[in-house]
């Protein structure tokens, strides 16, 4: 059986989808190779501007033009991508095509709050409605996300199939002291949020949430590492209402490489993660394999994902993430309750059964084509 697969993904900066079609596509082909299954995977990408790699098939369009097509009858792509059996779009985006198709969906945010998404993405979720009404088959990476996907699709041709893990960082166990990368979190306790500042990710509940705790404990910090976004300006007008002093004790990085990134990681007291929707999550199990207990919201995907390692509150709920906050920054045992946990959860996620899940569904796919 003949699959493409969509990589563009992979192609720039990395964010957490492309890390997610990168290492799903890792284990796909290593699972091919160990069970000498007859799969063969050819990889293509819509960009006239990203450089192909060897074996990569570009389709002959850029992306923008594509997703003005795609959203309508278009011809079908089969010749361009090699007359596969199956296609598979990684980024909510399939090709039509004549084959049997296969899309991923991460979260139903845009779908349900296309004020908050960019002109490209609005037309993303156009060509993706039309995918599904022309019969194409979703994957997502959580159960909530797969009923969203039923209700807003209106379609029964979906299934959940998790990820693996991330990929280990360099920040490793919390061991020993380390060296300090942010000079003025040297030895004090802090919470960490990790994240663009779109709203989906609920910043200013967590700085509601951090005021309430700083007046509870005098030398915790909030560090909020990310890239400016849509609600940037809104935690900013959060912060400015805070007292001076509790203001002065949020930092905010930016965006962080991975080695900083890492190590905050297994420096912090805790990631706090009160999003609004989550598709899967990956701060989440990054947390749990740094030893750092995760403090979040019960939206999306969170629950399934994080299980009994962490604290949850609702997403909107100020006071009770600042409890929750407040548990774990004092409580010894809790922390480390939690970090057992962490480690017992992520033995639930691996990438050769998300390979083997998926395989099946590309052969059923096609067989019901």
Same mark, same amino acid.
């Given at each position: 059986?003949?699959?493409?697969?969509?990589?563009?993904?992979?192609?720039?900066?990395?964010?957490?989808?492309?890390?997610?079609?990168?290492?799903?596509?890792?284990?796909?082909?290593?699972?091919?190779?160990?069970?000498?299954?007859?799969?063969?995977?050819?990889?293509?990408?819509?960009?006239?501007?990203?450089?192909?790699?060897?074996?990569?098939?570009?389709?002959?369009?850029?992306?923008?033009?594509?997703?003005?097509?795609?959203?309508?009858?278009?011809?079908?792509?089969?010749?361009?991508?090699?007359?596969?059996?199956?296609?598979?779009?990684?980024?909510?985006?399939?090709?039509?095509?004549?084959?049997?198709?296969?899309?991923?969906?991460?979260?139903?945010?845009?779908?349900?709050?296309?004020?908050?998404?960019?002109?490209?993405?609005?037309?993303?979720?156009?060509?993706?409605?039309?995918?599904?009404?022309?019969?194409?088959?979703?994957?997502?990476?959580? *159960? @909530?996300?797969? #009923?969203?996907?039923?209700? +807003?699709?209106?379609?029964?041709?979906? =299934?959940? &199939?998790?990820? $693996? %893990?991330?990929?280990?960082?360099?920040?490793?166990?919390?061991?020993?002291?380390?060296?300090?990368?942010?000079?003025?979190?040297?030895?004090?306790?802090?919470?960490?949020?990790?994240?663009?500042?779109?709203?989906?990710?609920?910043?200013?509940?967590?700085?509601?949430?951090?005021?309430?705790?700083?007046?509870?404990?005098?030398?915790?910090?909030?560090?909020?590492?990310?890239?400016?976004?849509?609600?940037? *300006? @809104?935690?900013? #007008?959060?912060?400015?209402? +805070?007292?001076?002093?509790?203001?002065? =004790?949020? &930092?905010?990085? $930016? %965006?962080?490489?991975?080695?900083?990134?890492?190590?905050?990681?297994?420096?912090?007291?805790?990631?706090?993660?009160?999003?609004?929707?989550?598709?899967?999550?990956?701060?989440?199990?990054?947390?749990?394999?740094?030893?750092?207990?995760?403090?979040?919201?019960?939206?999306?995907?969170?629950?399934?994902?994080?299980?009994?390692?962490?604290?949850?509150?609702?997403?909107?709920?100020?006071?009770?993430?600042?409890?929750?906050?407040?548990?774990?920054?004092?409580?010894?045992?809790?922390?480390?309750?939690?970090?057992?946990?962490?480690?017992?959860?992520?033995?639930?996620?691996?990438?050769?059964?998300?390979?083997?899940?998926?395989?099946?569904?590309?052969?059923?796919?096609?067989?019901?084509?």
């Amino acid at each position: 059986m003949k699959v493409a697969i969509d990589v563009g993904p992979t192609h720039g900066r990395r964010t957490g989808i492309g890390n997610a079609v990168a290492w799903t596509i890792d284990a796909l082909r290593q699972r091919a190779s160990i069970e000498g299954d007859s799969t063969d995977f050819e990889s293509y990408l819509t960009s006239l501007r990203a450089r192909t790699r060897s074996g990569e098939r570009r389709l002959p369009m850029p992306a923008a033009m594509a997703l003005r097509l795609w959203a309508h009858r278009s011809p079908p792509m089969d010749r361009w991508l090699g007359r596969p059996d199956v296609v598979h779009g990684t980024n909510y985006v399939v090709p039509p095509a004549d084959c049997a198709r296969v899309v991923s969906v991460y979260d139903c945010w845009f779908l349900e709050h296309p004020e908050d998404a960019e002109p490209d993405v609005r037309r993303a979720a156009d060509v993706l409605r039309r995918s599904v009404a022309d019969g194409a088959h979703v994957v997502t990476s959580s *159960d @909530a996300t797969t #009923r969203r996907v039923r209700e +807003l699709l209106g379609t029964d041709r979906v =299934r959940t &199939i998790l990820l $693996g %893990p991330p990929h280990p960082g360099n920040g490793g166990e919390k061991s020993g002291r380390r060296r300090t990368i942010i000079p003025e979190l040297e030895d004090q306790p802090f919470v960490l949020a990790l994240g663009t500042m779109e709203r989906r990710k609920n910043l200013t509940t967590l700085v509601n949430a951090f005021g309430r705790l700083a007046h509870e404990h005098e030398s915790v910090r909030l560090v909020i590492a990310g890239a400016a976004a849509n609600d940037t *300006d @809104a935690v900013n #007008r959060s912060i400015a209402r +805070l007292q001076p002093d509790i203001a002065a =004790r949020i &930092i905010r990085t $930016g %965006p962080v490489d991975d080695t900083t990134k890492q190590w905050l990681l297994s420096a912090a007291r805790t990631l706090a993660y009160p999003s609004l929707d989550e598709g899967f999550g990956f701060p989440i199990l990054e947390a749990q394999q740094t030893g750092t207990p995760v403090v979040a919201s019960t939206a999306g995907s969170i629950p399934q994902i994080a299980g009994a390692a962490a604290l949850l509150s609702p997403a909107r709920d100020a006071e009770a993430l600042a409890a929750n906050l407040y548990w774990i920054v004092t409580n010894d045992e809790m922390h480390a309750k939690l970090v057992r946990r962490g480690h017992t959860n992520l033995r639930r996620f691996s990438w050769e059964a998300t390979a083997s899940r998926l395989t099946d569904t590309y052969h059923e796919v096609a067989d019901a084509h």
